[in-house]
């Protein structure tokens, strides 16, 4: 979808402090094969008594008083997350709300995975497009992947999981960057690969042991006929949504100055992203998420906010953002730098 007259008028995020990976295997934390194979230097790590929605707070602060937004501007709050906000039963975008903007704007709360950012980024553009009484949304994303429920280090295979929280404001008053295009798509047949085939459960995170993602895949690997079909077909979708995203905002990948991609170990981000799509990790923050790690559907806001804070954004560079998730979906987005004032 091409958008016209919108735009990213403030940014935030909050990470906290980090832990080293070579620690992390030193102590057997961090399998030591996986520690060389990924290149993954440090995450960070939320301190203690913090939430995940605290961190969703301060970067919206953030963003929000940059963005020069009050809050009678905002239509729309959406808050992206993938585990524990800090309470059972709850809703976490209304406490974000509460303490950042107030107001009476409708506040939701997404679960698309590792694809929260981009997701929140496409529906906020939908809503200030249709809704023309809104000048402004706000997504947020964040998430602390803690203990027992999930082990940072082992509950995944390709990365290491980090904490920390990031903020965009979308608005239609103008603002340093201007989103072009967004598209997304799903493949729902591929939702038992995290789903796995152990049966449900009657409360969250109940089984013995923290998540288990890797025996999740390899269960759905043991009953998939063809997985190589399957891999090379996440590439095709991969292409596909990037494609539509670049022509509706009337660009190439050879015009994209800069990609922001989830923080995986370098193996899985060349084979996912820079290879597919024919660009460089130098083009790419990649380098960065080495020191961050995989903060699930945080990870581009995130990028966006260090490429713009770090001045490697110039006016007229354009920002490819691509998101892709358990379910399976994906989301492309094509944002062009206008200015900056930090």
Same mark, same amino acid.
């Given at each position: 979808?091409?958008?016209?007259?919108l735009?990213?008028a403030?940014l935030?995020?909050?990470?906290?402090?980090?832990?080293?990976? *070579?620690? @992390? !295997? =030193? +102590?057997? #934390?961090?399998? /030591?094969?996986?520690?060389?194979?990924y290149g993954i230097?440090? $995450?960070?790590?939320?301190?203690d008594?913090?939430p995940a929605?605290?961190? *969703?707070v @301060? !970067? =919206? +602060?953030? #963003?929000?008083? /940059?963005?020069?937004?009050?809050?009678a501007?905002?239509?729309? $709050?959406?808050?992206?997350?993938?585990?524990?906000?800090?309470q059972?039963?709850?809703?976490? !975008?209304?406490?974000?709300?509460?303490?950042?903007?107030?107001?009476?704007?409708?506040?939701?709360?997404?679960?698309?995975?590792?694809?929260?950012?981009?997701?929140?980024?496409?529906l906020?553009?939908?809503?200030?497009a249709?809704?023309?009484?809104?000048?402004a949304?706000?997504?947020t994303?964040?998430?602390?992947?803690?203990?027992?429920?999930?082990d940072?280090?082992r509950?995944?295979?390709n990365?290491?999981?980090?904490?920390?929280?990031?903020?965009?404001?979308?608005?239609?008053?103008?603002?340093?960057?201007?989103?072009?295009?967004?598209?997304?798509?799903?493949?729902?047949?591929?939702?038992?690969?995290?789903?796995?085939?152990?049966?449900?459960?009657?409360?969250p995170?109940?089984?013995?042991?923290?998540?288990d993602?890797?025996?999740?895949?390899?269960?759905?690997?043991?009953?998939?006929?063809?997985?190589?079909?399957v891999?090379?077909?996440l590439?095709?979708?991969?292409?596909?949504?990037?494609?539509?995203?670049?022509?509706?905002?009337?660009?190439?990948?050879?015009?994209?100055?800069?990609?922001?991609?989830?923080?995986?170990?370098t193996?899985?981000?060349?084979?996912?992203?820079?290879?597919?799509?024919?660009?460089?990790a130098?083009?790419?923050?990649?380098d960065?998420?080495?020191?961050?790690?995989?903060?699930?559907?945080?990870?581009?806001?995130l990028?966006?906010?260090?490429?713009?804070?770090?001045?490697?954004?110039?006016?007229?560079?354009?920002?490819?953002l691509?998101?892709?998730?358990?379910?399976?979906?994906?989301?492309?987005?094509?944002?062009?730098?206008?200015?900056?004032?930090?």
């Amino acid at each position: 979808m091409r958008w016209d007259n919108l735009y990213i008028a403030g940014l935030g995020a909050y990470l906290p402090g980090t832990t080293s990976a *070579a620690d @992390a !295997a =030193a +102590s057997g #934390a961090f399998d /030591r094969q996986e520690y060389q194979e990924y290149g993954i230097r440090a $995450v960070t790590v939320a301190p203690d008594g913090m939430p995940a929605v605290d961190m *969703a707070v @301060a !970067a =919206a +602060s953030r #963003a929000v008083r /940059r963005s020069g937004h009050k809050s009678a501007d905002f239509g729309l $709050v959406l808050h992206a997350s993938m585990y524990h906000q800090g309470q059972d039963m709850w809703t976490p !975008a209304h406490y974000i709300q509460r303490e950042v903007l107030g107001g009476t704007a409708m506040a939701l709360d997404i679960f698309p995975g590792a694809n929260g950012g981009l997701a929140g980024v496409e529906l906020a553009a939908s809503h200030l497009a249709a809704r023309k009484d809104s000048r402004a949304a706000l997504v947020t994303c964040a998430d602390a992947f803690r203990g027992p429920g999930f082990d940072r280090w082992r509950s995944d295979n390709n990365c290491v999981w980090g904490d920390g929280g990031a903020a965009l404001v979308l608005s239609r008053s103008g603002g340093p960057l201007r989103l072009l295009s967004t598209a997304s798509a799903a493949t729902p047949e591929l939702e038992p690969i995290f789903r796995g085939y152990d049966g449900w459960t009657d409360a969250p995170f109940s089984r013995p042991g923290p998540v288990d993602l890797r025996g999740r895949k390899l269960a759905w690997l043991a009953k998939e006929t063809d997985p190589t079909a399957v891999f090379s077909g996440l590439v095709e979708r991969l292409h596909t949504v990037v494609g539509q995203a670049l022509r509706d905002a009337g660009a190439t990948l050879g015009q994209v100055t800069h990609l922001l991609h989830a923080n995986f170990g370098t193996p899985f981000a060349e084979s996912q992203f820079h290879k597919p799509l024919g660009i460089d990790a130098g083009r790419t923050l990649h380098d960065w998420g080495l020191d961050v790690g995989h903060v699930g559907g945080a990870d581009q806001l995130l990028g966006l906010h260090q490429l713009m804070e770090s001045g490697r954004g110039r006016r007229g560079d354009l920002v490819l953002l691509v998101g892709a998730a358990m379910g399976f979906s994906w989301s492309a987005a094509v944002a062009e730098v206008t200015n900056w004032a930090p």
